[in-house]
């Protein structure tokens, strides 16, 4: 009798060990994830900051009235909201 329940104990002891052990892979794997997400989207707010400054930048210049240089400029700005989309 006392030796079934050792087993028994035993078995289920095996069991939740292994169930902690894929949790905590799990949650490492989440961890990494969220890491690179994270990374990710810093590099984004970087890239939209610079985006941002370029346009605040472009707003100062003023517009020429040369039709080929407007032309010219709507194509850039059209090939930068490409980029940005």
């Not at 984004?44 to 941002?52: C, I, R, S, T």
Request: charged share 30%.
């Amino acid at each position: 009798q006392l030796k079934h329940c050792l087993a028994v104990v035993q078995t289920k002891w095996n069991e939740i060990s292994r169930l902690a052990t894929e949790r905590t892979e799990k949650l490492r794997e989440a961890l990494d994830i969220c890491k690179e997400n994270e990374n990710v989207l810093d590099e984004l707010l970087v890239w939209l900051q610079g985006a941002e400054a370029t346009l605040t930048a472009l707003e100062q210049k003023p517009i020429v009235s040369n039709l080929e240089q407007v032309e010219q400029l709507l194509v850039d700005h059209q090939d930068f909201q490409n980029e940005i989309q």
